[in-house]
Antibody, heavy 115, light 107 residues
Framework: QVQLVQSGAELRKPGASVKVSCKAS????????MHWVRQVPGQGLEWMGW????????NYAQKFQGRVTMTRDTSIRTAYMELSRLRYDDTAVYYC????????WGQGTLVTVSS | EILMTQSPATLSVSPGERATLSCRAS??????LAWYQQKPGQAPRLLIY???TRATGIPARFSGSGSGTEFILTISSLQSEDFAVYYC?????????FGQGTKVEIK
């Protein structure tokens, strides 16, 4: 069965970077785009962008352009999302989700930005 | 960017009753709309895509309708496990955008 397993919670200071991983199993990793979505605690959902695991191509939401980088390592079927120049309002749960319409999600990774 | 507006923000319903949730898009999105259910501490769960197609394993009491700018999610007879927050998502135009959510709570 399809599984997306994300890395554990992270604590970072403002201005730092964080890299979250998402390990895929149960399907052809390079056959489906990987998306990243975040959720500020107690608030709604926000799409950050997608990555094509086959080509490495990406498309980021304008809000995150210049700060987010989505990459992959096909040898270990893992996608990554790195967010730089972290701010307090980047504190959120970050999810990976397999291709539209996002029938499969990772369990989420809480990133806390605090001094 | 397409704005998605859900109503109501909170819906109080008794178990066994029908729940009707609305989602409006700021421009036409055809049927490129999905509905998700989210419970505390969990990832969203896909219920409906293509405005009206139930995802695998989703009970028949969940149904979706609409096209263009107006969409409805209906839960025909609420079960205890259905009390949660529901989000709509448009995937017609990037950036994909969510509604702000409707919380379905026990009356």
């Amino acid at each position: 069965q399809v599984q997306l397993v994300q890395s554990g919670a992270e604590l970072r200071k403002p201005g730092a970077s964080v890299k979250v991983s998402c390990k895929a199993s149960g399907y052809s990793f390079i056959g489906y785009y990987m998306h990243w979505v975040r959720q500020v605690p107690g608030q709604g959902l926000e799409w950050m962008g997608w990555m094509n695991p086959d080509s490495g191509g990406t498309n980021y939401a304008q809000k995150f352009q210049g700060r987010v980088t989505m990459t992959r390592d096909t040898s270990i079927r893992t996608a990554y999302m790195e967010l730089s120049r972290l701010r307090y309002d980047d504190t959120a749960v970050y999810y990976c989700a397999k291709d539209l319409p996002w029938g499969h999600w990772g369990q989420g990774t809480l990133v806390t930005v605090s001094s | 960017e397409i704005l998605m507006t859900q109503s109501p923000a909170t819906l109080s319903v008794s178990p066994g009753e029908r729940a009707t949730l609305s989602c409006r898009a700021s421009q036409i999105i055809s049927t490129d709309l999905a509905w998700y259910q989210q419970k505390p501490g969990q990832a969203p769960r896909l219920l409906i895509y293509g405005a009206s197609t139930r995802a695998t394993g989703i009970p028949a009491r969940f149904s979706g309708s609409g096209s263009g700018t107006e969409f409805i999610l209906t839960i025909s007879s609420l079960q205890s496990e259905d009390f949660a927050v529901y989000y709509c998502l448009q995937y017609d135009n990037e950036p994909w955008t969510f509604g702000q959510g409707t919380k379905v709570e026990i009356k």
